[in-house]
């Protein structure tokens, strides 16, 4: 099965703890991508990458950081979370270049105390 | 309609009728794709349709464009209650890397 898959499904943790997230796509996508969905289901995107490259880097906090160790996988750390980081983190991929489709993974939901 | 400043709508119907979401977005495009999200799972493309299109169809979706009036529609016929979920249009631009901005989305309920 190719895919977009993300660990964890859910995590809970507390006000100053540190998090990684885990994306894996079996796409053979060159072109991947983290982004927030609040409350409110509104998406916007935090980072991309191409070939292991930072093309994206919107304004998201520095205790974000995205962690690309080949092109098939992008995980995200956030040190020390904040309650405002409780949200839906949501990977995807593409092809790269314009018109191209986006295939998400089903989400990370990050619940902070 | 969607703009990411406004809050997500909301649309109910019953099974079998159709229904159409809005869309308007304030920049200039290359193209404008519409997702669907079901409850747990990530958005899943519909249609893409590019900013020399004017209309586009996938079975019983038809998304339209207009750029004159920065403004897109999907409508949805023979509505199932399967095609319940969050619709989203996501405006791509000329700006580095390719991103797409998501609108706000539009909640539909199709009922029994």
């Known amino acids: 099965e190719t895919a977009v898959f993300q660990t964890p499904n859910y995590h809970v943790t507390q006000v100053g703890n540190e998090v990684s997230f885990n994306c894996k796509q079996t796409?053979?996508?060159?072109?991947m991508y983290w982004y927030k969905q609040d409350s409110k289901k509104l998406l916007k995107i935090m980072f991309s990458?191409?070939?292991?490259?930072?093309?994206v880097n919107e304004t998201v906090p520095r205790r974000f950081s995205p962690q690309s160790s080949d092109k098939a996988h992008l995980n995200l750390r956030i040190k020390s979370v904040e309650p405002e980081d409780s949200a839906v983190y949501l990977c995807?991929?593409?092809?790269?270049?314009?018109?191209?489709?986006?295939?998400f993974g089903a989400g990370t939901r990050l619940s902070v105390l | 309609s969607q703009l990411a400043e406004e809050n997500l709508w909301a649309l109910s119907v019953h099974e079998g009728e159709s229904v159409t979401v809005n869309c308007s977005y304030k920049?200039?495009?290359?193209?404008l794709q519409w997702y669907r999200q079901k409850s747990g799972e990530g958005p899943a493309q519909l249609i893409l349709?590019?900013?020399?299109?004017r209309e586009k169809r996938n079975g019983r979706l038809r998304a339209t464009l207009d750029t004159s009036s920065q403004s897109s529609s999907l409508s949805i016929t023979a509505t199932r209650c399967e095609d319940t979920a969050v619709y989203f249009c996501?405006?791509?631009?000329?700006?580095?890397?390719?991103?797409?901005?998501f609108g706000i989305g539009t909640r539909v309920l199709v009922r029994p």
């Open positions: 995807a991929s593409s092809l790269g270049g314009k018109g191209n489709t986006l295939y």
């Open positions: 796409l053979g996508h060159d072109t």
């Open positions: 990458y191409n070939n292991k490259q930072l093309i």
């Open positions: 920049t200039s495009i290359t193209a």
């Open positions: 349709i590019r900013s020399n299109e």
């Open positions: 996501a405006t791509e631009t000329n700006s580095a890397g390719n991103k797409l901005t």
